[in-house]
Structures are given as C-alpha cells and as structure tokens.
C-alpha cells in the first residue's frame, strides 16, 4: 500500500480518487504518521472482525499487537496424609 500525506491528497484529490476506483489502496499520512486509509468502496464485502482489523493496523505500523500471554504455572498439590491434614484442621479450630 503506498502512502500519500494529507497536502499532497488534497492539491491532487482527483487523482488520486481516480486510482482508488482503479483499486489502489493508499495510506493517508499527516508529517510521516499514518492515520487514515484511502481505499474502494465494495458494498458487498463483509466487515472485518476486529482481530483482523487490529492486525491491519499493526502491519501499517499504527499500533503493536500485545504478546499473547503466556499460561501460568500451576502449583503442584502437597499429598498430605489423613492423619496430618485432620490434625493440621483441629489445632486451626482450637
């Protein structure tokens, strides 16, 4: 996708509204940063979910996709024999 700053967009609207309808898909930037998409309208396409349009915009570069969390570790049970655990429950109630 190429980009186009917002000057430029606006002297020469015409064509670049020209080349959309031609399907070219550009990237609007105001002083280097990305902040709209200048693309064909298609009445038929299905909206995209979010995941896929967060991933959009972490390929323009707009935001960063957070690290997928990783799963914590369980702690492993304590084998307490019957004895223990029932004495361990008294002296609690004393």
Same mark, same amino acid.
């Given at each position: 996708?190429?980009?186009?700053?917002?000057?430029?967009?606006?002297?020469? &609207?015409? !064509?670049?509204?020209?080349?959309?309808?031609?399907?070219?898909?550009?990237?609007?930037?105001? /002083?280097? =940063?990305?902040?709209?998409?200048?693309?064909?309208?298609?009445?038929?396409a299905s909206p995209l979910s979010l995941e896929?349009?967060?991933?959009? &915009?972490? !390929?323009?570069?707009?935001?960063?996709?957070?690290?997928?969390?990783?799963?914590?570790?369980? /702690?492993? =049970?304590?084998?307490?024999?019957?004895?223990?655990?029932?004495?361990?429950?008294?002296?609690?109630?004393?």
């Amino acid at each position: 996708m190429r980009q186009v700053g917002t000057a430029h967009l606006k002297n020469q &609207l015409s !064509a670049y509204l020209q080349k959309v309808r031609q399907g070219e898909h550009f990237v609007v930037t105001d /002083h280097g =940063k990305p902040i709209a998409q200048l693309l064909p309208f298609n009445k038929k396409a299905s909206p995209l979910s979010l995941e896929e349009k967060l991933a959009h &915009l972490a !390929a323009l570069g707009v935001l960063k996709l957070a690290k997928p969390r990783q799963a914590k570790k369980k /702690h492993s =049970k304590i084998k307490l024999g019957g004895d223990i655990a029932s004495r361990y429950v008294i002296e609690d109630r004393e």
